[in-house]
């Protein structure tokens, strides 16, 4: 068995974390526009859900709040290569779970998501990629409820919880 190895990493947002090294994902090629970092672990926050945080284990000060992407839109579709599936030493896009990355605000209805980026995780083999969709069709900067408040008046639309992750910049 593999003995748990447990590393305390500092964050501006959460303070003094402790984590398994094996939650550790790694993102061989990084992130747009942070390269830099490689190594990442999911933070499940259950007063935040459905939001989860992405936090970098070795900048304190990186995290990056995400969602599944059926949270926002009904129809999310990926179409992965087999050189995309081997990156990520997956059989089969069954192997992964997509994340999109949020843009948050002080006003729900201003939160945005990019569903031109998805984050992919073969959690099991603890990679992630951050894939782009080059059709077009998709933006970076989808309203997070985009298609699921359209059409309804504005006092249906969500008011931001006191505990709602804020803007990820620090």
């Keep these: 068995t593999l003995n748990k190895i447990n ?3 500092k964050t501006s947002r959460f303070g003094e974390i402790e984590i398994e090294e094996n939650q550790i994902i790694n993102f061989p090629s990084g992130l747009i ?3 830099e970092d490689r ?3 999911i933070r499940e926050d259950e007063a935040a859900s459905p939001f989860r945080w992405l ?3 070795e900048n304190q000060a990186l995290a990056f709040v995400m969602i599944e992407p059926h949270v926002s839109v009904s129809n999310y579709e990926l179409e992965l290569t087999k050189d995309n599936l081997r990156k990520l030493k997956a059989e089969s ?3 992964l779970s997509v994340y999109v990355l949020v ?3 002080k006003n729900m209805e201003d939160v945005t998501v990019n569903l031109q980026g998805p984050l992919l995780f073969n959690l099991e083999k603890r990679l992630g990629l951050q894939f782009i969709i080059q059709d077009g069709k998709q933006s ?3 309203p997070l409820f985009g298609d699921k408040i359209a059409g309804k008046s504005s006092a249906a639309s969500a008011k931001s919880p006191a505990e709602a992750p804020q803007a990820v910049s620090d």
């Design 140 to 142: 970076t900067r989808h």
């Design 39 to 41: 190594r990442f672990v």
């Design 7 to 9: 590393m305390l990493i």
């Design 103 to 105: 843009t948050m605000a």
């Design 33 to 35: 526009g942070f390269s």
């Design 93 to 95: 896009i069954k192997d």
């Design 55 to 57: 936090q970098a284990v």
